[in-house]
């Protein structure tokens, strides 16, 4: 989980290996209960250090460590696993949908300016009601996510609401538990018997960026800033989905308390900081409403660098007293204002409309640009989504239109300012504008696909992917050779790529003896790339990179995958049906089928099969319990996880099988009353080792 990590000196980094390991073992030789805790404070240490101080003593690896070995002994004594455990971030089958949450006091909002003489006249406002009494300003940053309530009681965090309307939220604490960056439970010596904090929830720039460019991959729609991508990761049913989007977190203030932390709400955030609260570190205190108006300025042109996103600050007077004498209006309080920084926007022209066609069939609208300079770079092109957006804006050839930078980072056509009436509409495309093939809208309405299998525009995307950095990696295959490949139809389907031979390479269009025989071994050393590789690479709908790692995982080699029953599929965690249904789809294809004996037998070879894995669990949830012969509980996990299988701790409805050893006790007796499969040791085998 670490990125990177500080370290003063090697000397010291080796000390503080010796120094952990020693710890670990002499602190703990009481009792396990005793390792477990010590352990868990450590790691919240470390976490602490990491995510509040932004200054870690440890590597990732030595952090990994630490966890591992708690992991371990949790997993021995799941009876001293505990909810605030560092490793019980991410819980088990998805919910069908969040409860309501009525918060503690209201979530106000606040009120906005826009600029220097609005800022002057609030803190006239502020001046009139103090009467004459000295105040100060605390500036912070606005961070763009979405505002989130975290009740901690006795120090555990017990439940996580978004704002909603201020009133009542949804309850996100599952989705919550998730976020490294929130603490489960607090640390520190005064911990408040009750604390509400809030904050903000954000996804970085660079986990949107990753994330967009997933859903790109696996035809998913693309969302237009992290705000959103952060809203939308907290509102998944399923955690585990939420645990894969990084979001992060910054308190900025507290709602209700059993005691107050401090006099100002500067000593306030240091207070939360101390109670491991990660708080916003480029947060500034200001005399005069000047020195406010300079701040704000300055970060409107500093922003960018951050590695999140900002849209303005927020001005809050300091003294809790004060702010309670300027009370608030019901929508927002009088003692909090917020700057907001003017969207960096630029005006063009559109001077033409491409429709790509996507790897899946997908057409996607782009609009050709006059190149115009924004926020530091020049843009020429921007995405239109899909038609629907297009039609929504009115967009057309020769419009005038006022771009701005999703999140700072894609461009896109916000307004169309002045429309040119002597232009046509924009038409949605009748048929493909590469094969002419058919098109039809898909079941959500939204995209419009080629539905021809021989498109040779969508069969180049495919090949692009294939041969991509992230799938089978082929060096020197760049898109002009792949369009020359295919329009000569020299390769009508993957397998070709392996057939060709120097002859045929040296014939095509910009090609020498030197680079054909490059792009040859270039080939040549793609044959034995990972299993989840190939599967990603075969362009499966829905089927990204991080799926292709999961199903080669689970299924171990490229005939198991096959084989697999849409059942087997739907039962793995994070692979859903639809997704579960592509898969099958693809594989009962005769076409795809056919390709793929022909890739196997160019002599592609992609490497998982070493690792001979079983299916025989694949779904399950088990439970084991008792003393066993032939296993320890770790070896009994790894046989459990190999098969496809997961290991849990708690019997509980939806477990399917307890494996039950000698004396076994009172997990027993609830799986009988819960009716749940149990199985002895040997029937275990049996099912693993079928053959014997
Ligand atoms: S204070 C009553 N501080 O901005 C004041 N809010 O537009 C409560 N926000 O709903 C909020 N950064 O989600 C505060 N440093 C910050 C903030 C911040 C972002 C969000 C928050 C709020 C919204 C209002």
Redesign the pocket.
């Known amino acids: 989980m670490l990125n990177s990590a500080y370290c003063p000196s090697n000397d010291f980094r080796s000390f503080l290996q010796i120094g952990l390991q020693e710890r670990i073992f002499f602190v703990m030789a009481e009792d396990i209960k005793q390792q477990i805790e010590a352990l868990r404070s450590e790691i919240r240490k470390h976490d602490r250090l990491y995510y509040v101080e932004a200054a870690p003593v440890i590597s990732d690896q030595d952090y990994d460590a630490l966890f591992a070995k708690l992991k371990q002994l949790e997993a021995d004594h799941p009876e001293l696993v505990t909810d605030d455990s560092p490793t019980q971030r991410v819980a088990g089958a998805p919910i069908e949908g969040f409860t309501n949450v009525t918060h503690a006091l209201p979530?106000?909002?606040?009120d906005?300016t826009y600029n220097a003489a609005e800022l002057r006249s609030f803190d006239e406002r502020v001046a009139k009601a103090l009467q004459g009494r000295e105040y100060s300003y605390v500036v912070?940053?606005?961070?763009?996510?979405?505002?989130i309530s975290l009740r901690y009681q006795d120090g555990k965090l017990i439940q996580a609401a978004t704002?909603g309307d201020g009133t009542t939220g949804d309850d996100v604490t599952t989705n919550i538990r998730t976020v490294k960056a929130i603490p489960l439970a607090l640390t520190g010596t005064k911990i408040p018997q009750v604390l509400e904090v809030?904050g903000?929830v954000y996804m970085p720039k660079q986990s949107f960026a990753r994330l967009n460019a997933q859903r790109e991959e696996s035809g998913d729609a693309l969302f237009a800033n992290p705000r959103n991508a952060a809203a939308g990761s907290l509102k998944l049913l399923d955690s585990k989905i939420t645990a894969q989007r990084n979001l992060a977190f910054?308190a900025?203030?507290v709602g209700q308390t059993s005691q107050p932390l401090a006099e100002t709400h500067y000593e306030t955030l240091q207070t939360l900081k101390h109670l491991s609260l990660p708080v916003?570190p480029n947060t500034a205190t200001a005399e005069t409403i000047e020195q406010v108006i300079d701040i704000c300025m300055d970060w409107a042109d500093k922003k960018t660098a951050l590695d999140y996103q900002i849209d303005g600050m927020?001005i809050?007077v300091d003294s809790h007293h004060q702010q309670s004498l300027l009370g608030s209006t019901g929508r927002?309080?009088r003692w909090?204002i917020?700057y907001k920084f003017p969207a960096e926007q630029a005006e063009t022209t559109v001077e033409s409309i491409d429709v790509q066609v996507g790897k899946t069939g997908k057409l996607t609208p782009v609009a050709n640009l006059k190149p115009v300079k924004l926020s530091g770079t020049i843009v020429k092109r921007a995405s239109l989504h899909n038609f629907d957006e297009i039609e929504r804006l009115e967009i057309h050839v020769g419009a005038t239109v006022i771009i701005e930078k999703a999140g700072e980072i894609i461009p896109q056509v916000v307004k169309v300012k002045q429309k040119d009436i002597f232009a046509a509409p924009f038409e949605i495309p009748t048929q493909c504008p590469a094969c002419g093939g058919h098109v039809k809208k898909d079941e959500e309405g939204i995209c419009v696909r080629c539905l021809n299998p021989n498109c040779k525009a969508k069969f180049i995307e495919k090949l692009k992917y294939f041969v991509g950095r992230n799938q089978m990696d082929i060096e020197n295959l760049g898109p002009a050779v792949l369009e020359q490949l295919v329009e000569k139809d020299i390769v009508k389907n993957f397998a070709d790529i392996y057939k060709l031979d120097l002859f045929t390479v040296s014939s095509l269009d910009r090609m020498g003896t030197r680079s054909a025989e490059n792009l040859l071994e270039g080939i040549e050393a793609s044959k034995n790339r990972p299993l989840w590789r190939f599967i990603a690479a075969l362009g499966i709908n829905n089927v990204g990179g991080q799926s292709a790692e999961i199903l080669a995982d689970v299924f171990g080699s490229l005939p198991a995958l096959m084989d697999a029953a849409l059942e087997q599929l739907e039962a793995i965690d994070q692979i859903g049906p639809v997704m579960a249904k592509s898969i099958r789809e693809y594989f009962d294809s005769d076409d795809n089928k056919s390709v793929i004996d022909q890739l196997l037998a160019a002599g592609v070879d992609p490497q998982g099969e070493v690792k001979e894995k079983g299916t025989a669990l694949v779904g399950k949830t088990i439970v084991v319990t008792g003393t066993l012969e032939n296993f320890t509980r770790q070896s009994i996990a790894q046989a459990i996880k190999d098969n496809g299988g997961k290991t849990s701790s708690s019997v509980s409805k939806k477990t399917d099988l307890v494996v039950a050893g000698q004396n076994a006790g009172s997990k027993l007796e609830k799986a009988n009353k819960f009716g749940v499969v149990v199985i002895t040791e040997q029937q275990f085998i049996d099912t693993i080792h079928p053959s014997g």
């Not at 979530?107 to 606040?110: A, H, T």
């Open positions: 979530m106000l909002s606040i906005n912070e940053l606005k961070i763009d996510g979405l505002a704002r809030r903000e910054f900025y203030s916003n927020v809050k927002a309080p909090c917020s």
